[in-house]
């Protein structure tokens, strides 16, 4: 499961940004399965990046695993 550094988030709005200027060309040029692929990866890119910003905010979690004494 990739899981994305809160530190990288203004990345992926650079990301998004050139997936969206790419998808206004696929748009333009009617490539028709760019364009789903590019739908695709941006639904993708934002469900990860909500969920990197919902975990910013945790700690580390305890799993209750007794340490060497």
Same mark, same amino acid.
């Given at each position: ?14 990301? &998004? &940004? ?10 333009? &040029? ?6 789903? %692929?590019?739908?695709?990866t ?7 990046? &909500? ?7 945790? %700690? ?8 060497p004494?």
């Amino acid at each position: 499961m990739l899981s994305v550094n809160p530190k990288m988030l203004p990345r992926l709005v650079e990301i &998004e &940004e050139d997936l969206l200027a790419r998808r206004k060309r696929a748009i333009t &040029e009617d490539w028709q399965g760019e364009i789903e %692929g590019i739908d695709l990866t941006l639904t993708f890119l934002r469900s990860k990046r &909500e969920q990197s910003r919902r975990f910013s905010g945790q %700690g580390p979690v305890d799993l209750g695993i007794p340490s060497p004494r």
